[in-house]
């Protein structure tokens, strides 16, 4: 159980604050006990019976089951009713930040954390979203069943609560430190994070412009390149995001976004030099604008 969770003024006042408000009382409460239940870790994957959250809330099953459905609509957070794990995907933001560094100490318990539900469907999607952020080693992932249940309060089995991740027995905790071992080994500085890195910032590329660029090996290595230069990725995703804004939309300048152009190493010098050395790159993914709650 943490000590104590972080909530931003904003959960009550910010644009998802707002879209929650307007999804009624209990979606607004549901969203803040996800935030701090007893259950909750830092990067927002956990385990949670809808029954408990009824105990804890005093919100009836019906009541739960309409006001989840309201909090997911808000993209606030979403739940498997087949594994009873949910998962907050602004989580880990709220409670570590925008960029997490391999010095810091909470890095490895990020990834100990994470290895811990990995077979919990929302495990490779926060590791596909938080990856380059957090410099996340490459990790693997089992496959999990996709149909949930039709009823979010029905009886899970013992064969499916087995797949939840969440660790039980004599011989889980070992599993885990065996895992965490093992993926920390992969050093952050290796050819296949780069790669990886690489590919996810391409894609960025891909979503900010609209664009179709495939990671073949010409594209996936000029990005290796900067990263093995020192640019980092949060450097890039700005570089991206900055150069969509500029560029975009004048048919002389939006075919200058493209791998070959921003990729290039004096190019890519000279748009770096140009970030404001104060503003923070934004996480991947991360819209404009979007709001801490």
């Not at 590919?199 to 960025?204: H, Q």
Request: hydrophobic share 35%.
């Amino acid at each position: 159980m943490r000590d104590y969770a972080r909530v931003s003024p904003q959960f009550w006042t910010g644009q998802t604050g707002r879209l929650l408000r307007a999804a009624g009382h209990e979606a607004q409460l549901i969203a803040l006990y996800l935030l701090t239940c007893p259950s909750a870790n830092m990067i927002g994957v956990y385990y949670l019976p809808l029954p408990v959250l009824c105990h804890e809330t005093g919100i009836p099953p019906k009541g739960v089951s309409e006001g989840f459905r309201r909090v997911e609509e808000t993209r606030f957070a979403v739940y498997d009713r087949l594994s009873e794990m949910v998962w907050v995907p602004e989580m880990a933001r709220f409670q570590i930040g925008s960029v997490l560094k391999p010095k810091d100490n909470r890095h490895t318990t990020v990834i100990k954390t994470l290895l811990s539900v990995k077979s919990c469907r929302f495990a490779k999607d926060f590791h596909a979203k938080y990856m380059s952020a957090y410099n996340l080693p490459p990790m693997d992932f089992e496959p999990t069943p996709s149909e949930p249940l039709p009823n979010p309060f029905g009886r899970v089995s013992g064969s499916q609560r087995a797949g939840t991740g969440a660790g039980t027995g004599a011989g889980a905790g070992t599993e885990i430190r065996k895992d965490t071992e093992r993926v920390l080994s992969r050093s952050p500085d290796s050819g296949e994070l780069r790669r990886a890195v690489s590919r996810e910032i391409l894609d960025f590329l891909n979503r900010k412009t609209g664009k179709q660029f495939r990671p073949s090996p010409e594209n996936v290595k000029l990005i290796e390149a900067r990263l093995k230069a020192g640019i980092t990725a949060e450097q890039l995703h700005a570089i991206i995001a900055r150069k969509t804004r500029e560029w975009s939309g004048d048919p002389k300048t939006d075919k200058w976004l493209r791998p070959a152009t921003l990729f290039r190493a004096s190019n890519c010098e000279q748009y770096l030099g140009e970030l404001p050395p104060d503003s923070p790159a934004s996480a991947p993914g991360e819209p404009p604008g979007e709001v801490t709650t």
